[in-house]
């Protein structure tokens, strides 16, 4: 398993923008997908986007953030971001992200087996 450490977070208006970035150790993620998820007070984790390694990187995102997030990878820094666009108040949680030696793009977390620590976002209104 690669060990995950997520950065970019911090507290920024609504229509702001922020990049998370999500750092591999231990292990490349080039054959991983990745993916990030959510939290937010008094919720249950809810995936936002992946990202695979295999056909140049197939990615898939929750409806809630379609057209405003952008998932990437560059394996060259073992690493995995995503671009946030337009952020709204909604967006507040502390994302994490997740890796799992598989071609798919897997929305469920169970699926996941290395995690990183998270990091919050805010947006205020």
């Known amino acids: 398993q690669v060990q995950l450490v997520e950065s970019g977070g911090g507290l920024v208006q609504a229509g702001g923008s922020l990049r998370l970035s999500c750092a591999a150790s231990g292990g490349t993620v080039s054959r991983h997908s990745v993916g990030w998820f959510r939290q937010a007070p008094g919720k249950s984790r809810e995936f936002v986007a992946v990202i695979s390694w295999w056909s140049g990187g197939q990615r898939e995102y929750a409806d809630s953030v379609k057209g405003r997030f952008t998932i990437f990878r560059d394996n060259g820094k073992n690493a995995v971001y995503l671009q946030m666009n337009n952020l709204k108040p909604d967006d507040t949680a502390v994302y994490y992200c997740?890796?799992?030696?598989?071609?798919?793009?897997?929305?469920?977390?169970?699926?996941?087996?290395?995690w990183g620590q998270g990091t919050q976002v805010t947006v205020s209104s």
């Open positions: 997740a890796a799992v030696r598989s071609g798919s793009t897997l929305t469920e977390e169970q699926r996941y087996d290395s």
